[in-house]
Nanobody, 127 residues
Framework: AVEVMESGGGSVQAGGSLRLACTAT????????MGWFRQTPLKDREGVAT???????YYADSVKGRFTISLDNTKKILYLQMDRLTPEDTSTYYC?????????????????????WGRGTQVSVSS
């Protein structure tokens, strides 16, 4: 079974940066996708960024130009570099993984296709 675990959350002031990491185990299928989602108690889950194993990336409009998703295919580690953070980015961030390819763009908005989810890591941005 595929398992994922996040790390790297924390507290930062507005304008600062954080990098999240997600380690996947059991991910042996040649094609797969991974992604970052976030959710607060008052909001529905929101797709942040997704990436396919062939390198295609997709971003939510709210983070384009500020966040960068990347994937170490050898080590199966997913990263999310978050720059120019704002208080609106405060949330619990979840890592997810799914098998196959060609669906990560739609998966960004629906979450469909992602079958393995982490427990989340908290990101807090103060003004």
């Amino acid at each position: 079974a595929v398992e994922v675990m996040e790390s790297g959350g924390g507290s930062v002031q507005a304008g600062g940066s954080l990098r999240l990491a997600c380690t996947a185990t059991g991910l042996t299928y040649p094609r797969y996708a991974m992604g970052w989602f976030r959710q607060t108690p008052l909001k529905d889950r929101e797709g942040v960024a997704t990436i396919e194993s062939d390198g295609n990336t997709y971003y939510a409009d709210s983070v384009k130009g500020r966040f960068t998703i990347s994937l170490d295919n050898t080590k199966k580690i997913l990263y999310l570099q978050m720059d120019r953070l704002t208080p609106e980015d405060t949330s619990t961030y979840y890592c997810a993984a799914g098998l196959g390819g060609g669906w990560a763009h739609l998966g960004l908005t629906t979450g469909n296709g992602f079958t393995s989810w982490g427990r989340g890591t908290q990101v807090s941005v103060s003004s």
